[in-house]
């Protein structure tokens, strides 16, 4: 038996709700690899998976938790033996498939990366799903030629899961970091991560009158998308790339091709659900590298399986500074 946050839908008012329960090993799904969880997170899109669901859960009663760390328990799979640490974002799991707000979780072995040195399991759940999309969209920005001292770069949504991350990641490259944020009171927080600069999000949230403004930002991870994001568009400097990580504000997109069209702005999509295991590899190794631990345990947010329900909502309501830490045992 294993402990387990289960989502159950009353099939005729169509509702869900949320409820630490026990639950017998065999209820797993098929996977090669059973892990026994150590941490798990709280991303956006558990708030979703916890409540309602948002069209993303499949079939109910269902266990969420889009991302995990934790020990190989069993493995079918010659990459994975009894004993690594491994750490799972992304593929679906906590959606379509039961995820890491339980004890023990069985998953494709193809769905897992091994613990990279210089994290242990904790950590890695400190940066979650949230910090590793940041780690790509800063990857995608410097693919696109980003490097310190072209500027500021732009970070919205600063004091969310995604925001802090980058915020983080990028003033330790030496970027000047100015972050976007619609709760004034975590000033102070971003700039013990190394923001330079805070932008009230009022600033910045309004319809797009001019398709150009000023040459302001030399990149941008924006989480909020919609109409901050499309104002951030006609800000960028000539050349200058946007990584599109989010919707927190919205996902439409009430802009226009100029500044594509006159200053050569990057719009870059960044997905981390589907990611390539190279690429990965690759943005685990650069957060063990890069991201300062001090920084990164100041974001810090403990927490239980039985402080999920409440933690859904507040995430949903943007009420989430920085990163949530689940210990499911
Ligand atoms: P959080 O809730 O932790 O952060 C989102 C932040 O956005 C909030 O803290 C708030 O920051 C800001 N915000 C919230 N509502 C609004 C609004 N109406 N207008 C403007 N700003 C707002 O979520 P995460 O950081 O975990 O995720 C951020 C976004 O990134 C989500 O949309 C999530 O779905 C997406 N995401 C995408 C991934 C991908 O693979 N592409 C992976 C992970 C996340 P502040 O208080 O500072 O203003």
Redesign the pocket.
């Known amino acids: 038996m294993f402990r387990a946050l289960v989502v159950s839908k009353d099939e005729e008012s169509g509702k869900t709700s949320a409820a630490v329960e026990e639950i017998s090993a065999d209820r797993l799904p098929e996977g090669d690899v059973t892990v026994a969880v150590e941490y798990s997170t709280v991303?956006?899109?558990d708030g979703l998976c916890i409540g309602p669901g948002g069209g993303l859960v499949r079939n109910y009663p269902h266990v969420p938790g889009i991302d995990f760390a934790g020990t190989v328990e069993a493995s079918d799979d010659d990459r994975y033996k009894t004993g690594d640490k491994v750490v799972l974002t992304g593929w679906r799991v906590g959606e379509a498939h039961w995820g890491g707000y339980a004890q023990k979780a069985r998953v494709k072995a193809d769905w897992l990366v091994p613990l990279p040195d210089g994290l242990d399991t904790r950590q890695a759940m400190a940066v979650g799903?949230?910090g590793f999309?940041s780690m790509l969209a800063v990857m995608a920005l410097e693919d696109h030629g980003l490097k310190a001292g072209d500027g500021p770069v732009l970070v919205?949504?600063?004091?969310?899961?995604?925001?802090s991350v980058a915020v983080a990641v990028l003033a330790a490259l030496g970027h000047e970091v100015a972050g976007?944020?619609?709760?004034p009171e975590?000033a102070d927080y971003l700039r013990s991560l190394g923001a330079t600069q805070i932008v009230a999000?009022e600033e910045i949230?309004e319809t797009v009158k001019r398709p150009l403004e000023g040459e302001t930002w030399a990149g941008c991870v924006d989480?909020?998308g919609g109409e901050?994001l499309a104002r951030v568009l006609g800000q960028m400097k000539y050349g200058a790339s946007v990584s599109a990580?989010?919707?927190?504000?919205g996902a439409g997109l009430p802009a226009t091709v100029i500044p594509f069209l006159l200053r050569g702005v990057n719009l870059l999509g960044?997905?981390?659900?589907m990611q390539p295991y190279d690429n990965r590899l690759r943005a685990w190794k650069r957060i063990a590298s890069d991201l300062p631990m001090d920084k990164l345990e100041s974001m810090v947010q403990p927490a239980t399986l039985d402080d999920l329900p409440g933690l859904g909502t507040d995430?949903l309501k943007?009420q989430?500074k920085g990163r949530v830490v689940v210990d499911v045992n």
């Open positions: 991303n956006y899109k799903t949230a999309t919205t949504g600063a004091a969310g899961g995604v925001g976007v944020t619609g709760r975590t999000r949230n989480a909020v901050m990580v989010g919707l927190a504000g960044i997905d981390s659900v995430i943007g989430v």
